[in-house]
């Protein structure tokens, strides 16, 4: 009787040690699975923060673009007012040197003419 008592122990002990054991694994995957969603969460987190601020900087570039354009297409301008006015105040004494070239032709031999 006491060997069946001890033997019934030591299964009693077994099972209640798997139990223990099983137990032990299911906190354990528990704990494996929260640490993969706590994971994922903070990945998400983080993705969102680079996405946002990415935008951010995005933005920032955008807006420097239009004022580099505004800027370009200011300063495009000055300078061709400033080219209008060069040509309407030099446009008269332009035409007079021309019409001055084209009609006083003063006839010469060339150099290598021989007469």
Do not use: W
């Not at 099983?22 to 923060?49: L, T, W």
């Not at 370009?72 to 006015?85: D, H, M, R, V, Y």
Request: charged fraction near 35%.
């Amino acid at each position: 009787m006491l060997q069946s008592r001890g033997v019934s122990d030591l299964l009693a002990a077994e099972k209640k040690a798997q139990e223990l054991i099983e137990e032990a694994r299911k906190r354990k995957n528990k704990r494996i699975k929260d640490a993969q969603s706590e994971a994922k969460a903070e990945i998400e987190h983080f993705k969102a923060d680079r996405e946002r601020q990415y935008k951010v900087l995005e933005q920032q570039q955008l807006g420097n673009r239009t004022q580099m354009t505004e800027q370009s297409s200011k300063e495009t301008q000055i300078q061709i007012g400033a080219l209008k006015s060069q040509y309407e105040s030099n446009k008269q004494e332009l035409l007079q040197r021309i019409i001055t070239l084209v009609c006083d032709i003063k006839p010469e031999a060339h150099i290598n003419a021989r007469f």
